[in-house]
């Protein structure tokens, strides 16, 4: 009778469980709707007048010529892509080994150092930058560009990994190094198996970072590194506002794209839409 009772009360509280995922869900959908929405609805034809919801004269222009030179949409698009793929895949690595030196050190400081880009404001840090990447002229370049943008995206990947060296993980290393296992072998079994859950995390988020930044490729880069968020504020300052909402939507589609699976993978929707499904059975 009571594993009846305990049965009853775990599917009781799996329903609820199932309920409150659901309206997560639905809100989360809602949420988009309302941001994406809007700006779907202005990019889809030319002017606007207020109160009117849709454009003064409805269309795809603007998505038509989304390829095309003259909106410079795509070339932006091809930089920030390429930027954001450099960047996150050298702040993964150097992050993983600021990390490790972090894990290593007996005082604070370096550890301390690691915070010290994020209480720092990334456009005060690209023109105390700016000055040092001149002299090596590389000022108004991609490849300054990715470097400032490293010294907020390395120390933050750095964060993302600094679980990894858990007193676990040093009882692994020391096993495996005990058994005779050479540098690979610890690196193999030891370390890589605790890096490769945190991997995808750290190069999406050094990614996005670089995909949405402003301040430091408008100050490293000076005009001349034309991403997709330059491109948005130029065509605010020309008030071509239609343009402006297709930028703002293709700016919004990777972080929309890849946080939508991580926030379903946070409510754990999938394994209670399997358990609903078992209960129905």
Excluded: K
Aim: hydrophobic residues 55%.
């Amino acid at each position: 009778m009571s594993d009846l009772c305990r049965q009853s009360a775990a599917s009781s509280n799996n329903r609820a469980g199932f309920g409150w995922r659901t309206v997560e869900y639905l809100l989360l959908c809602l949420t988009i709707a309302v941001v994406v929405g809007p700006l779907l609805l202005l990019s889809c034809g030319i002017g606007w007048s207020w109160p009117r919801l849709l454009p003064d004269r409805p269309g795809f222009m603007h998505w038509q010529t989304l390829l095309s030179s003259d909106t410079g949409l795509l070339p932006a698009m091809q930089t920030s892509v390429e930027l954001a793929c450099l960047t996150s895949i050298l702040a993964t690595t150097f992050g993983l080994i600021m990390s490790r030196a972090a894990a290593l050190s007996r005082t604070i400081t370096l550890r301390g150092i690691l915070f010290l880009p994020w209480i720092t404001s990334p456009v005060v840090a690209a023109i105390s930058l700016y000055h040092l990447l001149a002299g090596i002229q590389l000022a108004g370049s991609f490849a300054g560009v990715v470097i400032a943008q490293l010294a907020f995206a390395a120390p933050f990947a750095a964060l993302i990994f600094r679980d990894v060296w858990n007193q676990r993980t040093q009882e692994m290393i020391r096993l495996v190094a005990s058994l005779g296992g050479s540098t690979t072998a610890v690196w193999t079994h030891a370390i890589w198996p605790r890096v490769r859950r945190l991997l995808s995390l750290s190069l999406l988020q050094t990614a996005l970072f670089s995909w949405l930044d402003y301040g430091i490729v408008s100050v490293i880069g000076g005009g001349r590194v034309d991403t997709v968020t330059m491109r948005l504020f130029s065509l605010l300052r020309e008030a071509g506002l239609n343009q402006t909402a297709l930028a703002a939507i293709i700016l919004m589609s990777p972080a929309i794209a890849f946080s939508l699976p991580l926030a379903l993978q946070r409510m754990r929707l999938p394994a209670l839409l399997a358990l609903r499904s078992g209960d129905s059975e």
